[in-house]
Every structure is written in structure tokens, then in C-alpha cells.
């Protein structure tokens, strides 16, 4: 396998951050396989906003949204997934510009920490 440039734009509000990848073309290149694992680590075991999980015949993004705690979130939660730090903290981690791609998942792994994954 050669090696593949990989460009990770960031960008900085006043109400948030965001980042994004994007592969530029690149000569000799046609195909790049990702294993798209993004982790968030948390300090404590927050509230957060979160639908049920997935399931045959279930709409979860149009669901209702639940307040729990992050330790008993289930796999397959829809985003946005709100995140409750404090009375005047909250994060939403959500996706955009989904254009031939595919969405992202989530799993929750050690107890304060959520992986997103390709589905």
C-alpha cells in the first residue's frame, strides 16, 4: 500500500467546532479504504439526549429523545446525540455534508466513552 494525503479541516464558532476529512485526487491513487473510528472520551457519566436504538421497523430519527445517563446509552443511537455537561454546557455530536457517503453509527464503549463507526 503507498501512502494517501488526507486533509482534516477544521473550523471554529462562537456556538462550536467542527471538523471534516477530505481526500483530495491524487495520481496513482483510485481507491482508499478507511476504517472511520471516531472516539469521544468523556470525564464523567453524563445526561445525554438520545433515541432508542435501532431496530427493524423503527424510525429513530423521527423517535423520541430520551434523557439518560451516557453509561446506558445503547448501540445504534441516532444523531444528533445531545450531551448534557452542565446546567450551561451542552454538545451535540451530529454529522453533515453526507454526499456518496455513508452515515456514521455509535456503539458505547468503556463507560464514558462513545465510538462512532461507517454503517
Not at 483530495?24 to 469521544?40: F, S, T, V, W
Not at 454538545?91 to 452515515?103: F, M, N, P, Q, S
Request: hydrophobic content about 40%; charged content about 25%.
Amino acid at each position: 500500500m503507498g501512502e494517501a494525503q488526507v486533509n482534516i479541516i477544521g473550523r471554529a464558532y462562537n456556538e462550536g467546532v467542527a471538523f471534516a476529512y477530505q481526500i483530495p485526487e491524487q495520481q496513482n491513487i483510485e481507491e482508499i479504504g478507511l476504517a472511520e473510528n471516531i472516539h469521544y472520551n468523556f470525564k464523567e457519566d453524563y445526561n445525554v439526549w438520545a433515541t432508542p436504538k435501532r431496530g427493524p421497523g423503527v424510525l429513530t430519527a423521527q423517535g423520541e429523545y430520551k434523557k439518560i445517563p451516557l453509561s446506558i446509552l445503547e448501540k445504534g443511537c441516532e444523531r444528533p446525540l445531545v450531551i448534557e455537561i452542565h446546567d450551561s454546557l451542552k454538545i451535540a455530536l451530529a454529522e453533515a455534508k453526507l454526499v456518496d457517503y455513508t452515515r456514521l453509527s455509535s456503539i458505547k464503549g468503556r463507560l464514558q466513552n462513545i465510538v462512532f463507526f461507517l454503517v
